[in-house]
């Protein structure tokens, strides 16, 4: 069974940079992709970015893409995200989603089919 497990939250200020990471177990993650989202407090939960675990190709939603990046470690099996330069509005829970039939590229557009979740990290940023 496939587990993925968040860690890294915490409070921080605006201005700070945060790593979180999302430890996968259960299998290999070859051909799957895996991916980062985020759910603000009375919102939707929303796409971050996404990585194709064979091929590192990565992808991102265009209003954090130059702040936040995401990575693999194959050996590993665990996801990055590096968020740099956090603001208020970046307080959410993130969690790391995978699935081994939706494609990094289309993990924005099909949230509600994707496989494997984690329980999430909050991170707060203060202002």
């Known amino acids: 069974q496939v587990q993925l497990v968040e860690s890294g939250g915490g409070l921080v200020q605006a201005g700070d940079s945060l790593t979180l990471s999302c430890e996968a177990s259960?299998?290999?993650?070859?051909?799957?992709?895996m991916g980062w989202f985020r759910q603000a407090p009375g919102k939707e939960r929303e796409f971050v970015a996404a990585?194709?675990?064979?091929?590192?190709?990565?992808y991102y939603e265009p209003a954090t893409q130059d702040r936040f990046a995401v990575s693999r470690d194959v050996a590993k099996t665990t996801l990055y995200l590096q968020m740099n330069n956090l603001k208020p509005d970046d307080t959410a829970v993130y969690s790391c989603?995978?699935?081994?039939?939706?494609?990094?590229?289309?993990?924005?557009?099909?949230?509600?089919?994707?496989?494997?979740w984690g329980k999430g990290t909050l991170v707060t940023v203060s202002s």
């Open positions: 259960g299998r290999t993650f070859s051909g799957y992709a």
């Open positions: 990585i194709n675990w064979s091929d590192g190709t990565t």
């Open positions: 989603a995978a699935d081994p039939w939706i494609t990094a590229q289309a993990m924005d557009l099909r949230v509600d089919d994707l496989t494997y």
